[in-house]
């Protein structure tokens, strides 16, 4: 019965659904539940440390119940967008009822679209990773599937990764640069992959050229289906859900960063540079990207079977708590510059 826990993810599509039906303040349900009673959860319940003994990790990474309680977000999130469209074409909303379903819609999105998405990006089955970028496709982020993969991965807690927020950086400065600086560096990235492989811009393995076609496409099918309303509605949601996910990479990776060694290049990726959290809650909602020291440190290990690492830096509060707080960036530096290692900080301000 442990192994079911993680169906709690799938309460924020619930409290989504909720949202959608609803008016007045209900449509702000999936916010309400996201950033008040997760984080109350969150302390309630604590923090859980241990790890898998090797035994459980081997009998846990291949059982497929876990993958399918991934797979089972594809349907989930496309029939919820399916509502809230319908929901859009058909009523007549107050502005702040408007703001409550496209925030609810984007929390969906960035959790059980994106984070989903990002989980099986890592997996080598083409399907999955066929499944990663349709979840992507109503984020309009498609290209960070080739950017975080190929970039971020190497490139993290360097001044190189546009995904490394800089020490006393706010999160809205970052999302300016990250958002920016990741789409480049996929295009660069992209061309690279080409030139490896002696392909010319115009090929079938130019991933960056068909996600400028299928999202467009995308958008184009929803105002032709619905509306010109509920196109630029499904444009909102998509920025929204990926400027959550930026929250996420400014939390994840805050003030962190690798040395150089004498040969020049940076030192390996160690579990040192990146925030981690085991608030428990937190954990199973976003199927264990809190464990995030540990997916940077072996990003083929599946969700289910992530380690907490004794070395990491830990996060004081869960991930709902602290993307809320990133938003309040005095609060956010005051929490967390002292918490970001001292031996980190002169590198920051060269």
């Not at 990790?57 to 089972?72: E, S």
Request: proline letters at 5%; aromatic letters at 16%.
């Amino acid at each position: 019965m442990r192994d079911l826990k993680y169906l709690l993810a799938y309460t924020v599509p619930l409290s989504a659904y909720i949202s959608f039906e609803s008016f007045g303040l209900g449509t702000y349900t999936a916010v309400f539940y996201a950033f008040v009673i997760l984080p109350i959860l969150d302390l309630i319940t604590g923090k859980t440390t241990t790890n898998l003994n090797p035994e459980k990790i081997q009998q846990k990474a291949a059982n497929k119940i876990f993958d399918w309680m991934l797979y089972l977000n594809l349907p989930i999130v496309f029939c919820l967008l399916y509502v809230v469209f319908s929901k859009i074409l058909t009523t007549d909303y107050t502005t702040t009822e408007y703001i409550g379903l496209s925030l609810s819609t984007g929390i969906l999105l960035a959790t059980n679209g994106i984070n989903v998405a990002h989980e099986l990006g890592h997996r080598k089955s083409l399907v999955e990773r066929l499944m990663s970028k349709t979840l992507y496709m109503p984020c309009l982020y498609m290209h960070f599937y080739i950017e975080h993969n190929f970039g971020h991965h190497f490139k993290v807690a360097t001044i190189e990764d546009g995904a490394t927020a800089r020490y006393n950086q706010s999160v809205y400065a970052f999302w300016i640069r990250s958002v920016s600086k990741q789409y480049v560096d996929a295009w660069k990235k992209q061309f690279e992959l080409l030139k490896n492989q002696n392909q010319p811009f115009f090929s079938w393995k130019n991933d960056m050229l068909f996600y400028h076609l299928i999202q467009p496409l995308y958008l184009a099918g929803i105002l032709l289906w619905f509306s010109p309303k509920v196109m630029m509605f499904a444009l909102l949601v998509g920025v929204i859900s990926f400027l959550f996910l930026e929250c996420i990479n400014y939390i994840e990776h805050y003030g962190l960063r690798r040395f150089k060694t004498t040969s020049g290049r940076y030192e390996r990726v160690q579990p040192h540079h990146s925030w981690n959290s085991n608030h428990n809650i937190g954990r199973i909602v976003l199927y264990e990207l809190t464990r995030h020291s540990d997916h940077h440190f072996k990003a083929s290990k599946k969700y289910q079977i992530l380690d907490s690492h004794e070395k990491s830096p830990h996060l004081p509060l869960g991930y709902p708590a602290s993307i809320l707080l990133s938003l309040m960036s005095p609060l956010w530096f005051w929490f967390m510059n002292p918490l970001v290692p001292q031996n980190m900080k002169p590198e920051l301000k060269k």
